[in-house]
């Protein structure tokens, strides 16, 4: 039976970078039936809406979805509902996409761009599972009040509430295990039971789930000291699942040890592995239609798909080495360009992957 894939190229470098993504697909010789359709800003010029009927169902019905990019900043004007960057929220929310995966490799052809040294980045390969759809940032009630009691009984405050209940907790820590075993076997979970209640009942779920997995092996750890490990001995950790705070903060720092933006791949997954692949970063309306903007984060989107939502890691494993024999030959959009190595444009790095993909190492 053929995968299907709903092909959503977006806006700016969007359709750029998903037609080179497209390219390394094809060559793989495998099932695919990819169909295209509008989102975001393109949507909105088409249809008068960022996230039409007819992409949703296309969405819905797919086995996994390759998204581009969304924005531009002509739509800053617009109503929220129809700025192009609803289209992503909404395919989260109708997909049920709970589950975040954000890989941080540092390839150590590049580690040059990182922040931190080198011996300490290189070679890092870690992924971060956020969960993406409770805690702090969609729990009620939330507001504006005059304070109830306290020290400053009277004064206007906000609060927010911080909540999981045990199923989300559970389905998240199914996805985590699960990708732990397709990795190294660990599973470091970070909270902050210490503290908060919300997270202390995180982490006895966790411990509960974990009896399911008896071969993975299971940590804990406090998010304030997590964020240090990120820094001091990032190679340590291999994956890793918190909430959906604590997640959007570390993956951000974690993005960050591998220097570059362009090549930094995500993953959305629901209870039924079905999932949305997109680069980390936008639309990039810099660099839109110049023929330089990176493919290799869409790329590795793509590789993403294939291993947690079609069950083809053989094909994911072919594609990043692929990449990988590309980086080593010295290749290099502007982005992760640096002396010494030769300065290609977007559809000559795909050209590239493509190559490597069928040249025998
Ligand atoms: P951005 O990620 O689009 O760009 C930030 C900087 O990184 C720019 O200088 C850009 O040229 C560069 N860059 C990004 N991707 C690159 C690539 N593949 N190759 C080379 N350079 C690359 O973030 P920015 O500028 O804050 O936002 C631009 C638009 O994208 C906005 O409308 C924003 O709302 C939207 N956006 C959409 C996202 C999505 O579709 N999921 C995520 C983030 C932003
Ligand atoms: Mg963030």
């Not at 969304?70 to 992503?88: F, N, S």
């Not at 974990?210 to 092996?217: F, K, L, M, T």
Request: include cysteine.
């Amino acid at each position: 039976m053929s995968m299907k894939i709903a092909v959503l190229p977006g806006d700016g470098i969007g359709t750029e970078i998903v037609a080179e993504a497209l390219r390394v697909l094809q060559a793989l010789d495998l099932a695919f039936e990819f169909e295209q359709a509008l989102v975001g800003g393109a949507a909105y010029e088409a249809h008068g809406h960022p996230l039409p009927e007819s992409t949703l169902k296309l969405a819905q019905a797919a086995d996994a979805v390759l998204f581009g990019a969304v924005g531009d900043w002509k739509y800053d004007t617009l109503e929220r509902a129809l700025r192009p960057e609803q289209a992503i929220l909404g395919l989260r929310k109708h997909l049920q996409l709970f589950a975040n995966f954000r890989p941080a490799i540092c390839y150590p052809e590049l580690t040059a761009a990182s922040s931190l040294k080198p011996e300490i980045v290189s070679g890092l390969d870690l992924l971060i599972i956020r969960e993406l759809t409770g805690d702090i940032y969609f729990g009620q009630p939330r507001g504006r009040r005059s304070a109830p009691d306290g020290a400053f009984a009277g004064a206007p405050e906000a609060f927010d509430t911080m909540r999981y209940t045990r199923p989300e907790i559970e389905r998240i820590a199914h996805v985590a295990f699960q990708a732990a075993r397709k990795r190294r076997g660990k599973l470091l979970s970070v909270d902050k039971a210490n503290v908060l209640e919300t997270f202390q009942f995180w982490r006895d779920v966790v411990t509960e789930v974990h009896a399911q997995y008896p071969d993975v092996e299971l940590e804990h750890m406090y998010v304030d000291n997590a964020a240090m490990q990120l820094v001091k001995a990032p190679k340590r950790l291999d994956v890793v699942v918190t909430g959906n705070m604590f997640g959007d903060i570390l993956s951000d720092e974690a993005a960050m040890l591998t220097g570059s933006i362009g090549m930094l791949p995500s993953a959305s997954l629901n209870a039924r592995n079905q999932g949305l692949y997109e680069p980390s970063h936008g639309s990039a309306p810099d660099i839109a239609g110049k023929g330089v903007a990176n493919p290799l984060a869409t790329i590795l989107s793509a590789a993403m798909m294939l291993r947690y939502s079609l069950d083809q890691a053989d094909a994911a494993d072919r594609i990043e080495t692929a990449v990988r024999a590309v980086l080593a030959a010295g290749l290099r959009t502007p982005d992760i360009w640096s002396e010494g190595t030769r300065k290609v444009g977007t559809r000559e790095m795909g050209d590239a992957v493509v190559a490597a993909l069928a040249s025998p190492k």
